[in-house]
């Protein structure tokens, strides 16, 4: 799983003529925006500090309703346009090329996807192109194709999610299945890559009483077990931007937890066999805001050896 340990994981807000909203990304979650004290401020940047040499991390850019519209990053760009309703109806990401001052990589594709909703407002289907990935420019010819059906059960629960090959490499053909606790909250992703022999991977949850995702453990087929733990800050004194920045959250095997997130996460601990890192976020508010200005990341590694990783929030 890629975990985004830093320039994802942070907290940093500005205001917008924006109200909240309950439909935010194509992926529903169980969380109440209502639970802080304020949802209608938004991340714009992100700088990283290494050294006393400062470098932009991660911009954002939203709408007038304070729906995000670009992510730039230093190793890719994602967009995303809207209908007149509000729902996402295009996202797309193109990496970008040469030296690449990131740790984290945000898409491993170039890829354009397009949604189709029912009148309950859920996506039915979508259309994803998938191309070269040293192209400079999603203008030229997809390498792949792809249809993805999102299939609901009774009671609306995304239960099934198919994707087809139309043109490419059949090796994308792919099944997701999930499954949900008593109260709805998901309970375990599977899945299936439909060559033979059939891979089988599996994403299991435990939650907090709030919400949030305490536990989860992945198994990735011929790979082994991961786990992450996870505690957040939820007095409702900080504000997530993150949680907005991301407006599809798709949910997988190899989740973004980071983007997932409702409230700030304070701790986190990964476990691969015997092997822990832990990863302890300390937020500073300069100015008696809600706008966390700066961020200290403690990485403790397996090995003992702890690095202290600086971050700087821009607010207007």
């Not at 949910?251 to 066999?273: A, C, H, N, R």
């Not at 822990?276 to 003992?304: M, R």
Request: overall charge neutral.
């Amino acid at each position: 799983m890629n975990f985004k340990i830093s320039f994802t994981a942070l907290v940093i807000l500005t205001t917008f003529n924006a109200t909240a909203y309950e439909q935010y990304s194509v992926f529903q979650d169980n969380m109440d925006i209502n639970t802080v004290l304020s949802n209608v401020e938004r991340l714009t940047q992100v700088r990283k500090n290494v050294a006393g040499n400062i470098s932009v991390a991660g911009t954002y850019r939203y709408d007038h309703n304070g729906r995000v519209t670009q992510r730039d990053y230093a190793d890719s760009r994602f967009d995303y346009v809207y209908n007149s309703d509000g729902l996402l109806i295009t996202a797309s990401a193109l990496m970008k090329h040469g030296v690449i001052n990131s740790y984290v990589r945000h898409t491993k594709i170039n890829f354009i996807s397009e949604y189709t909703y029912n009148d309950q407002g859920k996506v039915i289907r979508e259309n994803k192109q998938v191309f070269n990935g040293l192209t400079s420019s999603l203008d030229s010819v997809p390498i792949s194709t792809y249809r993805i059906k999102y299939i609901y059960d009774e009671r609306g629960m995304l239960i099934k999610r198919t994707q087809i090959t139309k043109s490419g490499d059949d090796l994308g053909n792919l099944e997701f299945h999930y499954t949900y606790h008593n109260d709805g909250k998901l309970r375990k992703i599977q899945e299936i890559k439909k060559i033979r022999p059939r891979e089988k991977s599996t994403l299991l949850f435990q939650y907090h009483n709030n919400g949030e995702i305490k536990k989860a453990t992945q198994t990735i087929f011929g790979k082994g077990t991961k786990t992450i733990e996870m505690e957040y800050i939820d007095d409702g004194s900080l504000i997530y931007g993150v949680y907005y920045a991301d407006p599809v959250k798709e949910w997988k095997v190899d989740m973004d937890f980071f983007g997932l997130s409702f409230y700030p996460i304070k701790k986190l601990t990964q476990t691969v066999e015997d092997q822990v890192t832990y990863y302890k976020y300390l937020y500073k508010n300069n100015d008696g805001d809600l706008l966390p200005d700066s961020l200290t990341l403690e990485l403790t590694l397996p090995t003992g050896v702890i690095y202290d990783l600086n971050y700087i929030m821009e607010n207007k």
